[in-house]
């Protein structure tokens, strides 16, 4: 049990530091305040489960992650992405490595099978297109430089302002050199060829923008995030809440579900505590926000204060990200086999990402612009004994808010006929192009539910059903708005708008927020020998 629901929590009148969200962003800030300044953290969660989107759901003999598909470098127990988790989780979630072909594209008649390994990746690049050679090795050379570039990019939003002000243009400039340009323009830079271009940002999912419109930066964390392969979380994305739980109580802290934060209260420009939606006010000397920029200054602050802020103008011109469908589908049979497959499936009515994007928005009956068949089952070795004869699929389409327009001033559970007419005609085709992609598992399918961008608003608070928070488009980049730092003393940003999207993107958002909190390089502290970290730990700062 890693949660108490808030009507049964008997909570303190003030803690150090209140975390409102438990997505991974804000139990990781919550776990490394703990560990780091011995500081008792309450993390509250509106939902009633925590882990935001790592948490799971389910349904009589089945069970489904929400938002965790395939983490990246994890597998590589020397990667600086597996020493961040090792070190929130005090090493108790275990990774359960994909298959060296982790991720297949279908594009039409166009195929191509994604293995793990920059090197394997390069050669069946230059196989398939053996005129391409040139233009190959220039977008992996961009790739990495992005990456390498992205660490002072980074670390420039939590430096101290003198840094800042004397060097933060040059941390700054050699990632914003390709994040201010999008994905399409930057690999006009290597090759005009429709197919390689395609079969280079097939995974665009992945940040939920398409290349016309996706900064080149977000697209490269991206790719070299998965250059060396992908693994999974053993016990299913929910094992993640639960390896970090326990740092947070050990140091006095609870996670609180069913409790919704009304308001950030603020008192002299300083944020001093939250109220809660019953009226309840707890105090603390840091308040951290895991629900988003666009959210925190929304409809967290007061309009008065919020209308005051530069911050609130500046947010509103910054648009959020793609919202989804997902199918949640479960089946009879072996966890794993024939088409139940740990790798993922990523399929394409056609070349132009762009355009079946757009097609699709104007018209809910077009081709779905893309289909992400991730089988959960097939991926985590202890789902077979867990669930003895069963099997989970999940596939998952890019979809506007707008479609679901009507029903936005409807409530969870009541959106009325039209809407569950509507979603049954989703569910169908979805179950069509199921049918189509892996036959033999469609076959198989006993159960099928599917959420839509009101299930993510409802369940995450998310704007618009937002994926993945601010939309990575050049401009989220090049605002000075996204970080884990706010105008307000006392409040912080976690999770992906203090970093950028995706699980890790969300788990160093939670590294850079206790950075700025505390005024020390954690990440550079987990890298460091156990020895080491441990004499640099310090006490709880003085109030």
């Known amino acids: ?63 489904w992650d929400v938002g965790v598909h395939y983490v990246g470098r994890v597998a590589d127990s020397r990667s600086r992405e597996r ?5 929130v989780t005090e090493g108790r979630l275990r990774w359960q490595a994909l298959p060296e072909i982790f991720d297949r594209i279908r594009i039409g008649e166009l195929h191509f099978d994604v293995a793990a390994g920059t090197e394997r990746y390069r050669d069946d690049l230059r196989r398939q297109f053996p ?70 940002t097939a995974q665009w999912g992945n940040y939920g923008l398409a290349p016309g419109r996706s900064s080149f930066a977000m697209h490269a964390i ?13 016990g299913g994305a929910a094992s993640i809440a639960a390896a970090i739980a326990p740092a947070i109580e050990r140091a006095g802290g609870a996670i609180v579900v069913a409790a919704e934060v009304a308001e950030i209260v603020i008192e002299r420009d300083r944020a001093v505590g939250v109220r809660i939606a019953d009226g309840r006010e707890i105090r603390a000397q ?37 919202a989804h469908l997902c199918l949640y589908v479960g089946m009879t049979g072996p966890a794993c086999g024939g088409d139940v497959a740990a790798s993922n499936l990523w399929i394409h009515p056609g070349l132009d990402f762009d355009a079946n994007v757009a097609r699709s928005a104007a018209d809910p009956e077009a081709a779905f612009p893309l289909l992400f068949i991730s089988y959960p089952s097939a991926k985590d070795p202890t789902f077979a004994a867990r669930f003895p004869d069963r099997a989970t699929a999940e596939i998952v389409v890019p979809a ?80 000075r708005t996204i970080g884990p730092r706010t105008p307000i003393r006392g409040l912080f940003l976690t999770g992906t708008d203090a970093c950028s999207e995706g699980v890790t993107g969300a788990l160093f958002g939670g590294i850079l927020a206790a ?8 990440l550079g502290e987990m890298n460091r020998p156990a020895n080491a970290r441990a004499a640099a730990r310090t006490r709880r700062p003085p109030r």
């Open 131 to 200: 005129a391409e050679r040139k233009a190959i090795d220039g977008y992996l050379g961009a790739v990495h430089a992005v990456a390498r570039a992205s660490a002072l990019f980074w670390a420039e939003k939590v430096v101290p302002a003198a840094i800042e002000k004397l060097a933060g243009s040059a941390m700054r400039g050699p990632f914003l050199r390709y994040a201010r340009r999008t994905t399409a323009d930057v690999l006009s830079d290597f090759t005009t060829n429709r197919e390689l271009r395609a079969i280079l």
């Open 83 to 87: 020493a961040a988790f090792d070190h």
């Open 515 to 522: 950075s700025a909190i505390l005024g020390r390089n954690l």
């Open 286 to 322: 840091t308040v951290i926000s895991d629900a988003g920029a666009a959210a925190t200054f929304g409809s967290l602050i007061a309009p008065a204060a919020a209308s005051r802020l530069r911050t609130t103008r500046l947010l509103q011109t910054l648009e959020p990200s793609m």
């Open 400 to 479: 506007p808010f707008g479609w679901f327009e009507p029903w936005a001033n409807s409530h969870w559970k009541r959106r009325g006929a039209s809407y569950d007419a509507f979603k049954a005609r989703l569910t169908e085709r979805l179950l069509g192009e199921f049918a189509l992609a892996a036959p033999e598992a469609s076959r198989r399918v006993a159960y099928a539910e599917l959420s839509t961008p009101l299930s993510t608003r409802h369940f995450a608070n998310a704007a618009r059903g937002a994926t993945y928070g601010t939309s990575a488009t050049p401009a989220r980049f090049l605002s």
């Open 1 to 63: 049990m890693i949660a108490t629901a808030y009507k049964h929590s008997t909570l303190a009148s003030e803690y150090d530091a209140i975390v409102i969200g438990s997505g991974i962003g804000g139990l990781s800030v919550a776990a490394l305040l703990a560990k780091h300044a011995a500081q008792r953290v309450l993390v509250l969660e509106r939902h009633y489960t925590a882990g935001g989107f790592t948490h799971v759901f389910a349904r009589p003999g089945f069970e």
């Open 222 to 234: 991206i790719a070299h995030h998965y250059l060396e392969g992908a693994a999974y979380p053993a």
